[in-house]
């Protein structure tokens, strides 16, 4: 499981791109990239990660149901997502 520290910062990263997000999109608009390279750098929302709700990792990351394939294995195999099944053929 992730560390404490790496949640708390990328909600930190988050709320500021959410902060800035209408501020971005005025100066881009406007070709102001001088301005904009003067925000701060966590205002950019690709310095935000997806990560797994239940364990907080980052790789492996299926964004459909918000989980590592880690921990939507286990919840697959015991059955608390609706509609997935193990394939048998």
């Known amino acids: 499981m992730a560390k404490k520290a790496w949640t708390t910062r990328n909600e930190k990263k988050q709320r500021t791109a959410d902060k800035y997000r209408a501020k971005r999109a005025e100066l881009k608009a406007a070709g102001d990239y001088e301005a904009l390279s003067q925000l701060p750098r966590n205002a950019s929302p690709v310095r935000v990660v997806n990560r797994c709700t239940m364990t907080a990792r980052r790789q492996g990351y299926m964004r459909k149901f918000?989980?590592?394939?880690?921990?939507?294995?286990?919840?697959?195999l015991a059955g608390m997502i609706p509609g997935v099944t193990k394939?048998?053929?």
């Not at 918000?66 to 697959?76: D, K, M, P, Q, V």
């Open 66 to 76: 918000g989980l590592s394939r880690i921990a939507f294995r286990e919840e697959a």
């Open 87 to 89: 394939a048998s053929w």
